[in-house]
Structures are given as C-alpha cells and as structure tokens.
C-alpha cells in the first residue's frame, strides 16, 4: 500500500463540511481485497480491537487495505478522543487506486493518525508488534498541544453556536470572530478591547490597590519592599500575619500568606523576589478565597478556591496520597484539564515542614493536610461554584473594582468569610485584580455547576443576533467567472462599501490590488476576510483551491455558478467528465446560508440547473431565453428569474419587475456580446440577492468599464490603425465559442480575421484540439505560439495539437507558428489592415497587455 498526496481540507469541501484530511492511497492487486491475506484482519483485531466493522452485518463486498486505513485513521482519532465521526472512501477510475478522507478536529492530529494507521496496517500485514497505547498516548498528547485552551474554547464554542465564525490566528490562542469590518479578536479571556492601560495596572498589584482604596473600595494595607529586611519592617508596621507577594505576578507564583515570624517572611521574599523584583507586603485577610468573574458591567460567575490538600487515612505517606488524588483523570498538567496535578515541590515541602511534617509522614486518619498556602488551580487547588449565593452588594463591589481598574473581563479576588454578605460588613477585602482570567474553575468546577461564562464574553462582544458577518458572493464556473465578480463588486462599490475581491488576476481591497497572481483559492479568501478594511467581499473561486483545500469560508450569502464546460482542467485530480466537475463547482452552493442564503444559476444549463436541488436556501435562474422551461416554471411559482427581452435584462419576481436597458450596461456592446449578457445578468441577480437597491444595481452596470485596466485579459477591445483588435485570456473550447460568436456580431465590413494563439498543456488532448477546430471555421489566418509554461508537456507538443485541430478547417487557409508570445503578436500586428479584425489569446496576462499598449502607443 502506498499513500501519497495528502491533503488538508480546512474548510467545506466535494466530501462534507467537516474538516478532513484526503489522500490518494495505491493498494497492490493482493490488497485490494483483505479476504485475500489470510489471517490479516484477525491480526488487526488482535492489535486495535475497538476497531469498527469493516464490512456491515450481512454485506459480502470486498474491503481493500484503503478502507481499513480510513476505519483505522478515525478510529485511533476517535479513541484519543477527537470528536471525529465522518469518512469516506472512494475508488477511482484507476485500478488499486482509492481516495481516502477521514474527518480531523486537529489538522496536525488528524496527520498524526494517518501515519500511525499506515504502521498499524503495516504491522498487521507483517504479523509486526503494535502498541495501541504508545500512539494513542502520542495522539493525545498532541491533541493536548494544538488544541485551543479551555479558556479560548469555551468563547471559541459560545461564538459558534451563534453562528459567528471564527479563524485561529496563530498556534497559541489569538482567534479572530467574524469577517472584515465587523472582525473582533480575543486572546484567551482578553478582547481587543482590553486595554494595554488597564492590563497594566492590573499587574502592577501596589498601583491597582491604590486606585481601588481611592474608589472606595475595600483592600488590604500595605507596601512595596525592597529586601528582606524590609520585608519584615513592612510586616512590623502592618501588625499582624501578613501576604508576600510579587507585584505583578499570575497564576499564585511566589504568594506566601499568613506569615508571622521573621524567618517564614524572609523565606517569602526570597521566594517572591525570584518571580519578581518588586515584591508587596500587605496584611493577611483571614477567610476563603474566592474569584470573581466580571464581564461588562456584570458579574458572570464566582467560586471559592480551596488549596490543594490531601486527608490522612493513618496508612498512606503524604506523598501517596499525593499520587492518589492526582490519578483523578480531570487532573493533568498546564491548563488543559478542569484541574492540575498537586506538585509536591520546594513550596509544598516547606508548607509541610511548618506543621511538623514532610513527604514521607503517614497523617493521621482524617488529618487534612494543606500543601500550599494559596488556592490557584494552577497550583493543583479545587474550586467550589458559589455563583448564586453571592449578595448583591458584593456583585457590585467586584464590578466597581473591574470598571476601576478599565478591564472589560476582570478576574477578581477577593478574601472574605463568605459571599452571602457585604464585603464592608465582615471586614474583607479585595486582594488582586486580574486581566485575562482562566475560565476553567468557572466551566468545570470541582464542585457546583459549570458557568455559561464563553457566552456571557461573546454575548459582551457582539449584540443579540450579530453574526459579525460580511455580505460574501462566491461566484464559480467555467467561464465568465473574472467579469462577474468584478460587475458585482463594482456595483456594490456604488452602494458605498469597501470590497474585498479575490480573482485570477489578484486580490483587490476597496479598488487597491494588494496581491497579484491567480487568487481564486482559499487562501486568497481567507486573507479578504481577515482584512479589516472589507465591508463585502465577492470571491472568484476556482475548481483547484475547492479539490486543494475546500472552501475558504464556512457559507456563503449567494453562490453564483456561470455555468459548466469541457476543457476545464477535466482528466486532473481524478475530475474526469463534465459530470464530475459539476459537483465540484456545486460545493458553494451546497454552502449558502440556510433559509436566506441564494443560489443563482444558469438555467440553460442543465448541469448548473440540477444544482438548485443541493441549495439550502432559494435560487434565481437567470437565462437569455424567457421561454426556457425551467425558467417559465420558477416564474410562474412567483420565484426570482432574471432574462433577456430584446434589448433589456428583465428581472422578475416577488411580484415586481425590473427592466434595465443594455443600452446602459457598457461591458455589453448594447447586447451585442452574447457572454457578456450573461455575466451582467448573473452579477444583477446577486445583487438582487444581497437586497442592493435597482438605482445602484443601475449605476453599478452603467460604470463597469471592460478595459484591460478594470478587467485585463476579459474580452478588451482596442483600436489599432482602424482595425479592431481583441485581447482575451479564453482557454477552453466552450470559451472559444462564446468568442467566435461574439465577434460574429461585431461588425468588421467584411474585412480579414486573424487569431493568436496557444494552449495550456495541462488539458486533455481533445480539449486542445477542439480549440482550434472552432477557431478554423471562424478565422483567415491563425498563428500558433507556444506558452512559456508548458504545464508538463513536451517542446512542441500543444503546437502538434492545435495544428491536428485545424486540419480540415474550413475557413482557415493561412496558418503560421512562431516562437514567443509577444513575437506572435507583433506578427499578427504588422499585417493588419483598417477593417480588419485580430483576436489575441493571451498567456501573460499583464506582460501581454503591456506589450500590447505599447505598440498601441506607437501606432
């Protein structure tokens, strides 16, 4: 068995929504079939027996060595504990070869199993060892490592149960909500509107503690120290157990409280002072330790935190109880797990030398023994929920110190008897305040009701109903694609907002193109949205990036599909008919937006027409022929169609039409190009679609230029020395067609037609060929170049084809070919003749035009 090719889909893609990983995986004739290596899938049980049947209960088909790959990557996945439940696997149109997908929830995880599922097969076949319980132990550990924090999560999960998505922006826990302008950020529990001010203060424990006092707020006394010895000064004029504390340290490092003797202080400062170089001394508050969760202007959750502790049964050491109440499996290390495992360091062994004991003492049956004089979690303590019994009066108290100190989420500790009564009334006080606050004591206490606290933070982010979504038109097919995402996004352009735009051409932000190159892929989408200056963003979105990587959005509010046809890249990633390429382009609109989203399709063609039925939302046909039947129907049901009538664009539906002249819409030649029709008819449904109002579709048509400035390579017209010249980036025989047939109805007084062209080497021989053929009826003479990338041919090779296609043509009687593209062009340039008409299929899209003006310029 050999695997090759694996891919991340990372978004919506041909298999499901669900994030996968797919790889091409080649079995050998003995493998395609397990029933014919005896003893294998007992071998395999006997190495991963949780794993699923292969075959349902009384089905005899074969199972090859790829299904039991697919069966044994989700399954380690799902043992490990990823929520993982989707796969799929496919044979192609090779013999022994399979696509294989399995869901991930992390990509690195998801990668993991694959490799590790590949060395089960391999053991199995090899009658090899195998241990189960080393790579699940490998796969949660990473899963651990890659996954976001308890913390992040819950806001991560609150955020997507509204609906608002959501992009991991770096491996740690900075996230980004929504798209565009209506983005927001947090980093674990800190906004974008933390302020850096605020933090600030909140670390520096001496500063906070002031502002607090000043607010009226009740804290405990004291000061800054500068050595140990003015440690114990500051405890001497505090009189009485006292905290020694670092003054901007987290998480409960180097705090020591209820110190009373000299040596237990000096101890402390040292102990402080390796966490910080500024340390605080402040009186000890005798009571529980509880932590306040603020978020906005209310209290969102509280607990009381308890230190780590174990209880003597008169048997056992300190440290075996240690041991036993850290095999709790919701303890583990870092911030992973609801609770941390109970360190028995430097710390806890001198908390246990201050009551007489040590690691090794055997504590009397009942005897609770305190490891740490703190209560953190981080440090292994537990945490009791107390969320409804806190008073009034102290809710407001911990919102008033939040507010104080300017933290939009706060944590706040406070040392008191209890919460049922004012703080002023039993004399406690708050300790610190705390900017980016763990969560988990809130979601999973030890005891007590876990907390909706990822709501409460994404509820003070966003209003009711916010999706923090941007209005987002993915548009696909096989031709036609550029031109409507640039109508589209010229016309939302005239309503006011700033449009991102992906294309072969670029990616465009508010009419500034900030990337060059072919941009229709997922990456390019994902960086419009990721670009706060974008309002809507109309995304070309191209068959490679969907098979490459999926979707790089999660749904769409309107999927627009040109339509389908041969020569698209069909015989590549195993897309072999038009069949096959079809429900590669369907994938955007299988992803609009559920009740709301729209579909507009091109009714005259029946491989985009049969889409309407994956739509989850509603669909506009658009078609030049009103009478089509699939057009006639959806009107008559009252639904949105939008046709051609003469010389106007009639849209139709909810009980209105509207009638715009194409006249008025420039990029058509007054209807004269066919194609270009259809475009305009496809980008005023979408933004009909969008609730864009008729004035600004109007002006978004009438201003949409078809120069090689604003479309380059998309049907631009020049005039060169009287004869007209035409510059277009076609390469497919459908593209060929819709040129020849527009030229058709350009009039050229009957003068000499002349074509420059090459092909792309990565079609199918046929597809090259029919290029030509269409071209040969249409034009008197035709010169060949060949592209500087050949897309894996040979020299010579694309020439040989497009040549085999003219043979027999009827029209062309005068073909030449000529090395280099810019040479083809100044050859066809130098014979034109006023009236004459020359096409030139471009390869270099931007050197092509730039060569092309020049020689304009000289004219």
Request: charged share 25%; with cysteine; hydrophobic share 40%.
């Amino acid at each position: 068995m050999e695997v090759s090719r694996i891919r991340a889909l990372r978004g919506p893609n041909l298999w499901s929504r669900h994030t996968a990983i797919e790889a091409i995986v080649r079995c050998a004739e003995s493998e395609r079939n397990i029933d014919c290596l005896p003893g294998f899938e007992t071998r395999l049980r006997e190495r991963f027996p949780e794993l699923a049947m292969l075959r349902p209960f009384g089905h005899e088909e074969a199972v090859s060595m790829a299904q039991v790959l697919e069966f044994a990557a989700l399954g380690l996945q799902a043992q490990a504990g990823c929520p993982v439940t989707f796969s799929r696997n496919q044979q192609t149109v090779e013999a022994g070869t399979y696509q294989v997908v399995v869901e991930y929830s992390e990509e690195a995880v998801g990668r993991l199993a694959f490799e590790l599922a590949q060395d089960l097969c391999r053991a199995a076949v090899e009658d090899a060892p195998f241990e189960l319980d080393a790579a699940l132990t490998r796969l949660r550990e990473l899963d651990e490592d890659v996954r976001l924090g308890p913390s992040t999560g819950a806001i991560v999960y609150a955020a997507l149960a509204r609906r608002i998505p959501f992009r991991r922006l770096t491996e740690g826990s900075m996230v980004q909500f929504g798209w565009g302008s209506r983005q927001r950020r947090i980093q674990a529990a800190e906004t974008d509107r933390t302020s850096a001010v605020a933090e600030s203060i909140a670390q520096d424990k001496e500063l906070s503690k002031r502002l607090l006092h000043a607010a009226g707020v009740p804290v405990p006394s004291g000061r800054p120290v500068h050595s140990a010895e003015d440690a114990w000064a500051a405890a001497c004029e505090i009189g009485g157990p006292v905290v020694v504390k670092p003054q901007d340290g987290n998480q409960g490092k180097g705090v020591a409280v209820n110190l009373s003797t000299r040596e237990q202080i000096e101890a402390a400062y040292a102990i402080a002072f390796e966490v910080s170089d500024e340390v605080l001394v402040e009186r000890y508050l005798p009571g529980h330790d509880y932590r306040l969760l603020v978020v906005g202007k209310q209290l969102i959750a509280a607990a009381r935190r308890d230190p780590p502790l174990v209880i003597g049964d008169g048997l056992h050491t300190v440290r075996q109880l240690v041991d036993r109440v850290n095999l709790d499996p919701r303890r583990g290390e870092g911030h992973a797990t609801s609770l941390t495992r109970i360190r028995l360091d430097e710390v806890a062994l001198a908390r246990l030398t201050s009551v007489g004991l040590s690691a090794e003492s055997v504590p009397a049956k009942g005897r609770r023994v305190i490891l740490r004089n703190n209560a953190n979690l981080s440090t292994g303590g537990t945490a009791t929920d107390v969320t409804d019994d806190v008073h009034p009066e102290f809710a407001a108290q911990a919102v008033a110190a939040a507010q104080t100190i300017g933290l939009d989420i706060a944590g706040v500790d406070v040392v008191c008897d209890s919460v049922l009564r004012p703080l002023e009334a039993q004399g406690g006080g708050i300790v610190e305040i705390n900017a980016a606050p763990g969560l988990r004591m809130h979601l999973q206490p030890s005891f007590g009701k876990g907390r909706p606290v990822g709501e409460a933070i994404v509820a003070n982010m966003f209003a009711e109903g916010d999706e923090a979504r941007i209005p987002l038109v993915a548009v696909a097919g096989t031709n036609g694609k550029t031109t409507t995402v640039r109508l589209i996004a010229n016309i939302l352009r005239q309503q006011g907002l700033r449009v991102g735009m992906t294309s072969t051409d670029g990616v465009y932000i508010d009419g500034r193109r900030i990337d060059t190159g072919d941009c229709s892929g997922p990456k390019s989408a994902r960086n419009v949205l990721l670009h706060p200056d974008v309002d809507a963003a109309v995304l070309e979105t191209a068959r490679g990036g969907v098979l490459r990587e999926g979707l790089g959005f999660d749904r769409c509010n309107v999927a627009v599909v040109t339509n389908i046809g041969l020569g698209d890249h069909l015989g590549l990633s195993y897309i072999n008919s038009v069949e096959d390429l079809s429900v590669v382009k369907r994938v955007i609109v299988q992803n609009v937006t559920p009740v709301t989203g729209v579909a507009v399709l091109n009714a005259a063609d029946p491989m985009v027409a049969r889409m309407a039925d994956c739509c989850p939302g509603s669909v506009t046909f658009f078609a030049c022929d009103r009478n089509h039947p699939l057009m006639a129907m959806h009107r008559a049901q009252r639904n949105r169609v939008v046709y051609r009538d003469g010389a106007e664009i009639v849209a139709v539906g909810d009980g209105v039409e509207h009638r715009l002249p194409l006249s008025a819409i420039p990029v058509t030649q007054n209807g004269a190009i066919g194609f270009q029709v259809e475009n305009a008819m496809a980008a005023t449904a979408a933004a009909w679609a969008l609730g864009v109002d008729w004035e600004t579709i109007r002006r978004g048509l009438a201003s949409f230029v078809n120069d090689a400035q604003t479309a380059p390579g998309r049907f631009n017209v020049f005039d060169y020395r009287g004869a007209t010249l035409i510059a277009d980036y076609g390469h497919n025989p459908d593209a060929m067609q819709a040129l020849v047939n527009a030229i058709d109805q350009m009039s050229t007084a009957g003068g000499r037609r002349t074509v420059v062209i090459s092909g792309a080497g990565d079609r199918r021989d046929e597809d090259i060929r029919q290029q030509t053929e269409i071209l040969g009826e249409a034009f008197d003479r035709v010169i060949l170049y060949q592209d500087q990338c050949q897309r894996g041919r040979a020299d010579g090779e694309v020439l040989a084809l497009l040549r085999q296609g003219l043979a027999g043509a009827g029209r062309s009687s005068e073909v030449s070919e000529i090395h280099g593209e810019f040479l083809a062009i100044d050859t066809a340039l130098a014979e034109l003749q006023a009236g004459d008409l020359c096409l030139i299929l471009i390869d270099q899209i931007e050197e092509a035009l730039e060569h092309i003006a020049k020689r304009l310029a000289e004219a």
